[in-house]
């Protein structure tokens, strides 16, 4: 019952791998190292190659006797989405089908997808649920949402899939293993973090002039290891039969961006430097989940609450400015 990871010495992918190992399950890792790190891959083999390589992958699956595939290997900045689109059709989706198809020459049929939230693009209504409409905004987005459909055509070939839409992940391991590189992020916290802790960075919130309470954006923020442990149980729905399906996976709290600077200085007990800037072309003005599905279906549902995503990003990044080295 061996797990094969594609895209676990990334953020998130590191984190699954971990709680996947925590709950026994035996997990190899395939990764190209083009944006992971080898040190963020614990307790578990790691093999250096492309989800695309077909030979190699069959070789994996039958050399380690796989099982279960959590896919991670994907490009995910949306900026970069919309300024290389052909790198991301063909990372994310075409490398994606050729994945697919060597799996099920295999016979390995159960399959947990990292999607995204931003498959509803700016949601009609908040809390999101899956029943929303998926209205992409990027090419990243199209190419999440892309996956899902071609998943949802495998069941006439036996695969059965759970392709959890994460909402904004955050936050590093409780024991400050691993955790982002604010290098390599885009994202809010990593940033915010930095502004604390490095004095050359410039922070900028991206406009105050939303119909909001604060005039800030509202996101749903949820613990990376929360996000690991819905794998897990992804992992297991389909091992006891789920049929495919796609969820949410967020913590059912809007947070604005004030609000999240707010907490980030009572943590750091200081104020983050930071000037209002314009609008970021694409950003919805609030967008959180509707978890039910998940805690119904998968039996998941966050454990950590904002404090403890901004405690965890805090002390990892004052302990590792560079990232996981
Ligand atoms: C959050 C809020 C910004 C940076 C994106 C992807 C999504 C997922 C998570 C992969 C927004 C504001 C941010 C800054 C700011 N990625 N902000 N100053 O855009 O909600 O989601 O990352 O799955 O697919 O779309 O996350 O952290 O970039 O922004 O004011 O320097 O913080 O305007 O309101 P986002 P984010």
């Known amino acids: 019952m061996t797990v094969l990871v594609t895209g676990g010495a990334g953020y998130i992918g590191a984190h699954t791998v971990r709680a996947l190992s ?21 307790d ?3 093999i250096v190659g492309d989800i ?19 896919h991670f290997a994907a490009y995910k900045a949306v900026g970069e989405s919309m300024t290389h689109p052909m790198k991301y059709w063909q990372n994310n989706v075409a490398s994606t089908i050729k994945l697919l198809e060597t799996l099920i020459s295999q016979n390995v049929y159960r399959f947990v997808f990292s999607s995204s939230a931003s498959v509803y693009g700016t949601p009609k209504s908040s809390p999101t649920t899956e029943n929303e409409s998926t209205k992409p905004e990027s090419v990243y987005a199209e190419t999440k949402l892309a996956v899902e459909n071609i998943l949802n055509s495998l069941t006439t070939a036996g695969m059965t899939s759970v392709s959890l839409r994460y909402f904004n992940a955050a936050g590093a391991s409780s ?5 982002e590189d604010w290098a390599t992020s885009q ?17 900028e919130v991206f406009g105050n002039d939303y119909e909001t309470p604060d005039g800030t954006c509202i996101r749903d923020y949820i613990h990376v290891e929360d996000l690991a442990i819905a794998h897990v149980k992804a992992l297991e729905y389909l091992e006891s039969g789920g049929k495919t399906m796609a969820c949410n996976i967020g913590t059912g709290d809007g947070t604005s961006v004030t609000e999240l600077l707010e907490m980030a200085e009572q943590v750091a007990k200081r104020k983050v430097p930071h000037t209002i800037g314009a609008r970021r072309d694409g950003d ?19 454990t950590h609450d904002l404090r403890s995503i901004i405690e965890s990003a805090y002390n990892w990044h004052s302990t590792n400015p560079n990232g996981v080295r």
Not at 175 to 179: E, L, T, V
Request: charged content about 30%; some cysteine; glycine content about 4%.
């Open 22 to 42: 925590d709950a026994s399950r035996d997990v190899v890792v395939l990764d190209t190292l083009e944006r992971g790190n080898r040190n963020a891959v614990i």
């Open 44 to 46: 578990a083999k790691l």
């Open 52 to 70: 695309a390589d077909q030979k190699l992958v069959a070789k994996i699956c039958r050399k380690y006797k796989i099982t279960d595939v959590v």
């Open 175 to 179: 024991d400050n293993k691993i955790g």
């Open 187 to 203: 994202n809010l916290i990593p940033r915010v973090m930095r502004a604390l802790l490095d004095e050359k960075f410039k922070f």
């Open 284 to 302: 919805p003005v609030c967008v959180f989940a509707d978890a039910t599905l998940a805690r119904k279906v998968l039996g998941w549902r966050a």
